[in-house]
């Protein structure tokens, strides 16, 4: 069993990296990737614990981009050694972003009547302060009854509170993944076509066109007929596949490590496979 999509509380898990190497385990997982957003701490404080304790740990990331107009995750593994230098301070550009919105953020709610400072946002996580972050902060202060309610009243994509942060083109973050010796996956490919299924493949492949390497058939939001569906994109377009639960911890209380809902099940290949291609 492996997991190749996880979150600790470096970004919007509640997992801490040294509790998640040791919760892998427990569940059986023969290799974890840890995938948190826009930052790689929770992978540089795990990997050191994960040899120790014998678990085979990758390197990975989700970052957030802009697709004609609408936001994006992929996510980017690096097989064999930790990313470098040199796509973590592309990263900076990427977390100054989100700092800048989070300070738009706390004026937008001060607009709405809701009293919160940046700072009870990021007692929750300062490093990798996001919307979940904001989202638990309102509840804490009563302004919403759930981190759902949160997100609906004030955060939501629809919702009055909303504050985009500025996010890489798809095309910007491939090209600098891969220029890096990292391998982009479209995370949850799902999503892609929500809006529209017609559109699903066609976009598919122009990612391709843009260089993209992997798509994520394996995901606990997906049906059989997702998975059997996104493999088939994998072979038309010569894409890797990668698999992961997105377990978030107590932030998505239904989603298990490495089985996601119970019934997901990420065939060990597909990591052979991406050691292989990079
Ligand atoms: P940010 O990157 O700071 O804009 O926050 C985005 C994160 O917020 C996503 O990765 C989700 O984990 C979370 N999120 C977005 N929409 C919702 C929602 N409706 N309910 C709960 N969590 C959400
Ligand atoms: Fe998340
Ligand atoms: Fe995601
Ligand atoms: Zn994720």
């Known amino acids: 069993m492996i997991d190749l999509h996880t979150h600790t509380d470096e970004s919007d898990g509640t997992t801490s990296p040294g509790d998640l190497v040791q919760e892998a385990l427990q569940a059986g997982l ?64 990427v977390i100054a972003a989100r700092f800048e919105r989070n300070r738009l953020q706390v004026a937008r709610l001060r607009e709405l009547g809701v009293n919160l400072s940046l700072e009870d946002a990021q007692a929750y996580n300062p490093r990798m302060t996001g919307r979940p972050h904001f989202a638990r902060a309102l509840v804490a202060k009563g302004y919403a009854g759930s981190i759902d309610q949160a997100f609906r009243l004030y955060l939501g994509e629809s919702a009055p509170g909303y504050v985009p942060r500025r996010t890489p083109p798809i095309s910007e973050a491939i090209r600098t993944i891969v220029a890096n010796g990292g391998i982009p996956s479209l995370a949850h490919p799902i999503r892609l076509g929500q809006r529209n299924a017609g559109e699903e493949k066609r976009w598919v492949d122009e990612l391709v066109g843009n260089g993209l390497r992997a798509i994520e058939a394996y995901h606990s939001d997906h049906s059989p007929a997702d998975i059997e569906r996104f493999s088939r994109y994998a072979k038309q377009f010569h894409l890797l596949t990668t698999g992961g639960s997105d377990f978030h911890g107590e932030n998505k209380p239904d989603i298990q490590l490495g089985v996601g809902r119970g019934n997901l099940h990420i065939p060990r290949e597909l990591l052979d496979h991406l050691r292989h291609a990079s």
Request: proline share 3%; glycine share 8%; net charge negative.
């Open 30 to 93: 023969e290799a974890l990737a840890i995938t948190d957003h826009d930052t790689f701490a929770g992978y540089d404080e795990a990997a050191p614990l994960a040899r120790e304790a014998g678990l085979e740990l990758l390197c990975g990331i989700e970052l957030s981009t802009d697709f004609h107009g609408r936001t994006v995750h992929l996510l980017a593994y690096w097989p064999e050694e930790s990313a470098g230098a040199a796509f973590r301070s592309w990263l900076d550009d």
